[in-house]
């Protein structure tokens, strides 16, 4: 079957004038040759090789139509093809009758009283059931010819095929090209409307497979009209065959039915699934003011906050991810080791961290690499430095802000870093150093787990998890009064405390070996090696920035390097420059004997009073020259 059109021509003349007619007209169609149950047998094959239209006419069509799925196209009988066979009866003494399905007799009917013919008799087949008994109409035909007098019947191929009378003048209606060309034009269009719907159909059915929300309809009754895959997955449901069962019958609690009774929308409603928790939105199909059917969409709880976290990352906070892990800790040292395998232990929990340690200890390598390692490793890191920033600052950036908060507020507002974290883990970085206001806010945080905006009034939900790090001691700051004793506690849940590197000689070695081949490579020295002499050079020293400085350190040698080769007399230029720094800056502070007592915030508002004398109370000049916010220079002396 090369078309999808078969004309199943119920006598030979008819295929001859159909492939006429497909010649003349260059319409596609196959034509074969069938009557009746021949017909239906040529009409079923052509259905298997992808026929979607059958032309045919008379009985033979309506035959068809009842054994195939495809449309049946039925060549009508025309007033031209009445015409020429009762056309020349006309004013002969005849006596005639009609035999034929009811549009050919009805036909037959018109044209005879136009033309002044009188019909004696008539039998319309298929009266009586799809199947004509033709030994009933052959019994009636008899009748006919010996009571009426009848000696010509008009009918279609059937009757000349069915009956045959000696003597009788048998008149077979057939039709011409103006019947046939209709019926095949007619024929491409349903083809042409069919192949656009089966394209709109797949087109929507690859939508339906493609979209993440789960999406069921009905009909009025209830009964399934559509389900997708992600629907059969959030209600487990793995049976094949479910379009056109109850809704109920499949899912118990979906109040589809209810919305069937109600006509009313049900938007962002909350269900509860095979998967899980679900929002649902169940909307009423309504067609000229009545309720044909409901069709509801689905989306997991998870798959929203997926979606949310993506949404805040992607436009808010790009980057926001741990990079280091366990693994990026390197270390010889027992001490480390315990403080490693404390630190995985933490990991598995989600409660907060406080962190203590040296500048350049790396506080947040462990921050990381728990966070790294935690069951939120999906989820956003957000590190903030809390004394990088003036406190109004750091809070519009923790809690965010809505539109027209303050002067200079974004239009469309800005989400808070602690919303960023949601379902991850933020790092506060020296909280020792937080503003006490907001150190209350903070409390509240940890508290609720909840954030206000400022500027609002709503409180916002957060999934998170705290890891506070600190290089002060926060007891004697809460001793102090410079750090509330409640949130101390609630910080101090889980504690870690580093060691610094002069406590950790045997990591030395290790740590300057790994920055060597890394800044090596980076910076494409080719360095053949680091020399031993180096690493006794470096014992002298006491490393107060920690491994930071060291890492310092060995990018300048290995950059300070000549010829593919570390000269010692830079190194040792090098390290009696750190050590000379060292010495005067503790003989700078030995100057005050009571420089180092207290608190390291008292020793903080001592240096910044000395460096005040000595710029005449200038502070935009004192926090330049120190390195620090103007804000830090009022906050230590107020």
Same mark, same amino acid.
Request: with cysteine; aromatic share 4%; hydrophobic share 40%.
């Given at each position: 079957m090369k078309n999808k059109i078969c004309f199943v021509a119920c006598y030979p003349e008819l295929a001859a004038l159909a492939n006429e007619v497909k010649k003349e007209q260059s319409l596609p169609f196959d034509v074969v040759v069938g009557n009746l149950?021949?017909?239906? @047998?040529?009409?079923?094959?052509?259905?298997?090789?992808? #026929?979607?239209?059958?032309?045919? @006419?008379?009985?033979?069509?309506?035959?068809?139509?009842?054994?195939?799925?495809?449309?049946?196209?039925?060549?009508?009988?025309?007033?031209?093809?009445?015409? @020429?066979?009762?056309?020349?009866?006309?004013?002969?003494?005849?006596?005639? #009758?009609?035999?034929?399905?009811?549009?050919?007799?009805?036909?037959?009917?018109?044209?005879?009283?136009?033309?002044?013919?009188?019909?004696?008799?008539?039998?319309?087949?298929?009266?009586?059931?799809?199947?004509?008994?033709?030994?009933?109409?052959?019994?009636?035909?008899?009748?006919?010819?010996?009571?009426?007098?009848?000696?010509?019947?008009?009918?279609?191929?059937?009757?000349?095929?069915?009956?045959?009378?000696?003597?009788?003048?048998? @008149?077979?209606?057939?039709?011409?090209?103006?019947?046939?060309?209709?019926?095949?034009?007619? #024929? #491409?269009?349903?083809?042409?409307?069919?192949e656009e719907e089966q394209k709109a159909a797949q087109r929507l059915q690859a939508i339906l497979n493609f979209v993440h929300d789960g999406i069921i309809a009905t009909d009025e009754h209830g009964n399934i009209t559509v389900l997708n895959p992600a629907a059969k997955k959030t209600f487990d449901i793995r049976q094949n065959q479910v379009i056109g069962r109850h809704i109920t019958s499949l899912i118990k609690n979906t109040r589809i039915d209810e919305v069937l009774k109600s006509g009313k929308a049900e938007v962002g409603q909350m269900q509860k699934a095979a998967s899980g928790h679900i929002l649902t939105n169940r909307i009423p199909i309504h067609v000229d003011g009545e309720v044909k059917g409901v069709v509801a969409t689905f989306q997991e709880a998870t798959?929203?906050?997926?979606?949310?976290?993506?949404?805040?990352?992607?436009?808010?906070?790009?980057?926001?991810?741990?990079?280091?892990?366990?693994?990026?800790?390197?270390?010889?040292?027992?001490?480390?080791?315990?403080?490693?395998?404390?630190?995985?232990?933490?990991?598995?929990?989600?409660?907060?961290?406080?962190?203590?340690?040296e500048s350049g200890t790396g506080k947040e390598l462990f921050a990381q690499s728990i966070h790294t390692q935690s069951p939120r490793s999906r989820g956003p890191f957000v590190a903030v430095n809390c004394a990088a920033l003036p406190h109004h600052l750091l809070e519009s950036e923790l809690f965010g802000y809505v539109e027209g908060a303050f002067t200079g507020a974004k239009k469309v507002g800005k989400i808070g870093l602690f919303e960023l974290a949601h379902t991850g883990t933020i790092f506060l970085d020296e909280i020792g150093d937080m503003d006490k206001v907001l150190q209350s806010r903070l409390l509240r945080v940890l508290a609720e787990r909840q954030v206000m905006r400022l500027g609002s009034d709503a409180l916002i939900p957060v999934d998170i998890r705290v890891i506070a790090a600190t290089n002060t001691d926060l007891r004697k700051q809460v001793q102090s009064g410079q750090f509330r004793k409640d949130l101390y506690y609630r910080l101090n849940v889980l504690n870690l405390s580093i060691i610094p590197l002069r406590e950790r000689h045997n990591d030395i070695p290790l740590l300057a070996a790994h920055f060597f081949e890394r800044f090596n490579h980076e910076h494409k020295r080719n360095i053949k090696k680091l020399p031993v002499e180096v690493m006794r050079m470096f014992g002298n020293y006491a490393w107060p920035g920690n491994v930071r400085e060291l890492e310092n350190v060995m990018e300048r040698i290995v950059l300070s390097a000549e010829k593919k080769a570390i000269h010692l007399p830079t190194v040792r230029l090098i390290v009696d420059e750190l050590l000379a720094a060292h010495a005067d800056e503790a003989g700078g502070l030995n100057q005050d004997k009571d420089l180092f007592s207290g608190s390291f915030q008292d020793i903080k508002r001592r240096i910044i009073t000395h460096v005040l004398k000595e710029e005449n109370w200038n502070k935009s000049k004192t926090a330049r020259r120190l390195g620090v916010d103007r804000t830090t220079v009022d906050r230590f002396c107020e």
């Open positions: 149950e021949e017909g239906v @047998r040529q009409a079923l094959e052509a259905e298997k090789k992808g #026929a979607q239209v059958i032309i045919s @006419r008379g009985g033979t069509a309506s035959l068809i139509q009842q054994h195939v799925k495809v449309a049946v196209m039925e060549i009508p009988v025309t007033g031209y093809d009445i015409l @020429r066979v009762i056309y020349p009866l006309s004013g002969q003494n005849r006596t005639v #009758a009609i035999l034929g399905y009811q549009n050919v007799v009805l036909g037959c009917r018109t044209a005879a009283k136009i033309l002044g013919i009188p019909i004696r008799e008539e039998i319309i087949l298929g009266l009586n059931g799809p199947v004509t008994d033709w030994k009933d109409v052959r019994a009636q035909v008899e009748r006919m010819i010996k009571e009426d007098g009848v000696n010509t019947i008009i009918g279609d191929i059937n009757v000349q095929t069915k009956l045959d009378f000696p003597g009788i003048d048998m @008149r077979v209606i057939v039709s011409g090209r103006e019947s046939i060309i209709p019926a095949v034009e007619e #024929a #491409a269009r349903i083809v042409k409307v069919r798959q929203i906050q997926d979606a949310e976290r993506t949404i805040r990352q992607t436009l808010y906070g790009k980057g926001l991810v741990a990079t280091y892990t366990f693994d990026d800790i390197l270390t010889v040292d027992p001490h480390m080791k315990r403080l490693v395998e404390i630190a995985k232990g933490y990991s598995e929990t989600g409660a907060t961290v406080l962190i203590q340690g």
